[in-house]
Each structure stands twice: as structure tokens, then as C-alpha cells.
């Protein structure tokens, strides 16, 4: 039992035992699901969560990158803003494993107390998106990657996280896949974006605005 002060988790711990990484069972191209069953390395479920997989490595990065980025020395209140970020970060880390677990996983071997997104995840990002948004000027066009790098890593996640997004919509087609697993890259893509705005403007870093008339064919005599 957790101790009166701390809340009942709602998902089970982990129960693994890492001894070795290779196993040698996926040599012919296959792989298993949680419930066992072997699947092709490129079904579409591994597509799914394998991308999952891929975006949080990338969160990854955009963390280490916020890591070595400071606050202008003529802003130093925006460090508490840059280390919030950093921790929401993590936080989405642990958000994208738990979804991985349950697109791992067929609905019919799903446990009540397996991890997963929730609509409290989707909300949470919902709200930390109005909060940022506030500090942000209106866009007057779309925005390109880059400014600083954490920007360009930001929108790198934004990227990878829509196609995780389309992935499921596919999956979804032919099998149950849980709506909130949906819901929650929608939500994170859109928040991956805010954030890459929120961070360039912590930064003091310009903002790069798309000028259509700035392509080779606005330059011909």
C-alpha cells in the first residue's frame, strides 16, 4: 500500500527484468505484441508505436537541446518558464511509452490498470497550450522551423508526431485502436507547435515567418 500522503497509482508499475537487449527472435522479420502474439515487424500496429517510439526519442533531443539553451541575460525570469518546459518534456516522454504500451497491445488482452493516455493527459496539454498562448503575439502567417534550435527540434517532434497521429487513424481503420491514443497526438502536435513558438520567444530568438514571395521564382526579371 502507497503511504496516506500519495495517491493511489492509477496504472501498473513496470514488471520487467532487462538481462540481455538481443533475443535473436526477431531475426526473421517478426515480432511480438504484449499478449504474445507474433506479428510482422511492419504491421501496421509496430508501424504505430514504433513511430510513437521514434517521436519520443526526438522529444529526447529537444529536451537535451532546452538542457544547454539559456534565458537572455536581460530576461531572467523566463528561466523558470524554460525549466517548466523541461518538465513538461519528461512528462510527455512518460505520456508517449504509455501509449506505446497500449497500441502494443491488443484490446482484448488490455489489463484495466495497463498505462495508456487518458483524457486527462489530452486536457492537460489543452490547458498548457491557453497558458502559453497568452505570452504569444497573433500570427500574421505560417511559421517556418528555426530561430533557435530548440525551435527546429520542437517542430522535428510536431512532424513526427502527425505522422504517428496518421498512423493511428490508419490502424484504426482495420482494427479497435483506443479514440484517446487519436486524440492525444492531435493534441501534442498542436502543443509541439505552441511550444516551438513558446521557446523561441523565452529565447529571444527571431521568429521566422513564411514569405511566399521570398521563392526563386519571385526573383526572375
Not at 25 to 40: F, I, K, S, Y
Not at 57 to 85: D, I, K, Y
Not at 92 to 116: C, M, W, Y
Request: charged content about 25%; some cysteine.
Amino acid at each position: 500500500m502507497p503511504p496516506a500522503d500519495e495517491p493511489t497509482p492509477v496504472f501498473n508499475e513496470p514488471r520487467i527484468a532487462i538481462n540481455r537487449v538481443y533475443t535473436r527472435h526477431g531475426d526473421a522479420g517478426q515480432t511480438r505484441l504484449v499478449g504474445g502474439q507474433e506479428v510482422p515487424k511492419d504491421d501496421a500496429r509496430i508501424e504505430a508505436y514504433g513511430t510513437v517510439d521514434e517521436l519520443n526519442a526526438f522529444v529526447g533531443v529537444a529536451r537535451q537541446t532546452l538542457a544547454e539553451s539559456a534565458a537572455p541575460p536581460e530576461h531572467p525570469e523566463r528561466a523558470a518558464a524554460l525549466a517548466s518546459l523541461g518538465e513538461t518534456l519528461v512528462r510527455v516522454q512518460h505520456e508517449l511509452f504509455n501509449l506505446g504500451s497500449i497500441l502494443a497491445t491488443l484490446p482484448a488482452d488490455v489489463h484495466p490498470k495497463q498505462p495508456r493516455v487518458t483524457a486527462a493527459e489530452v486536457a492537460r496539454l489543452e490547458a498548457e497550450m491557453d497558458a502559453c498562448q497568452v505570452e504569444l503575439q497573433p500570427l500574421r502567417s505560417f511559421v517556418l522551423p528555426g530561430g533557435c534550435r530548440l525551435n527546429a527540434d520542437l517542430h522535428v517532434c510536431r512532424t513526427v508526431c502527425r505522422r504517428a497521429e496518421r498512423l493511428c487513424v490508419e490502424l484504426a481503420r482495420g482494427c479497435e485502436v483506443d479514440p484517446e491514443a487519436v486524440k492525444y497526438l492531435n493534441r501534442l502536435s498542436d502543443a509541439l507547435f505552441v511550444w516551438s513558438r513558446w521557446a523561441t520567444f523565452l529565447l529571444g530568438a527571431p521568429e521566422v515567418l513564411w514569405q511566399p514571395n521570398q521563392a526563386a521564382s519571385a526573383h526572375q526579371p
